[in-house]
């Protein structure tokens, strides 16, 4: 738990000191005992004046401090939270099946597969985008093997939102 230097007129203490342990505990350093501090309160936070509290200037940059590191940690779980996503939506290419024509018209088989191979590499990469799955067009079969045009489309565009969400 950090130490604040003392002024005449200063930060009320006791607010302080609870609401640092609060922060150190959310961050895991100390032992929790009250609920969870989220950024917000750390932005909004303001503590009663009083005579012989901590320094104003010396609470605030540590706040400041903990407002870094808390957007560091969110920002690590954005990025471990998106990849685990873009790895969940390589699985779903990677084990899409469609139902397969014969005598009415489909796309192209070895097209769609060429696209999807092409979108496992961009998730991986992190560098799919929506709009290359909503502008693939195939070339369609009749009297020979293909794959079912609706099938296709709607996985195709449910791929496409979720790539949206991602964002």
């Given at each position: 738990?950090?130490?604040?230097?003392?002024?005449?007129?200063?930060?009320?203490?006791?607010?302080?000191?609870?609401?640092?342990?609060?922060?150190?505990?959310?961050?895991?350093?100390?032992?929790?005992?009250?609920?969870?501090?989220t950024v917000a309160?750390?932005?909004?936070?303001?503590?009663?004046?009083?005579?012989?509290?901590?320094?104003?200037?010396?609470?605030?940059?540590?706040?400041?401090?903990?407002?870094?590191?808390?957007?560091?940690?969110?920002?690590?779980?954005?990025?471990?939270?998106?990849?685990?996503?873009?790895?969940?939506?390589?699985?779903?290419?990677?084990?899409?099946?469609?139902?397969?024509?014969?005598?009415?018209?489909?796309?192209?088989?070895?097209?769609?597969?060429?696209?999807?191979d092409t979108m496992?590499?961009?998730?991986?990469?992190?560098?799919?985008?929506?709009?290359?799955?909503?502008?693939?067009?195939?070339?369609?079969?009749?009297?020979?093997?293909?794959?079912?045009?609706?099938?296709?489309?709607?996985?195709?565009?449910?791929?496409?939102?979720?790539?949206?969400?991602?964002?």
């Open positions: 738990m950090p130490e604040f230097p003392i002024a005449l007129r200063g930060y009320h203490r006791h607010q302080v000191d609870a609401f640092i342990a609060r922060v150190e505990g959310t961050l895991g350093r100390a032992q929790l005992f009250a609920p969870p501090v309160e750390i932005g909004q936070v303001r503590f009663a004046v009083t005579l012989r509290g901590y320094r104003g200037s010396a609470v605030d940059e540590r706040l400041e401090e903990y407002l870094r590191e808390f957007e560091t940690k969110e920002n690590a779980r954005r990025r471990r939270l998106a990849a685990a996503e873009a790895d969940r939506l390589a699985g779903l290419v990677r084990n899409v099946r469609f139902v397969t024509t014969r005598l009415t018209e489909g796309y192209d088989e070895g097209e769609v597969d060429s696209f999807l496992l590499v961009a998730l991986r990469g992190r560098t799919a985008r929506s709009a290359d799955v909503r502008a693939a067009r195939f070339a369609t079969t009749r009297f020979r093997p293909g794959y079912s045009q609706p099938d296709v489309d709607g996985f195709l565009e449910h791929l496409a939102a979720e790539i949206d969400r991602l964002g």
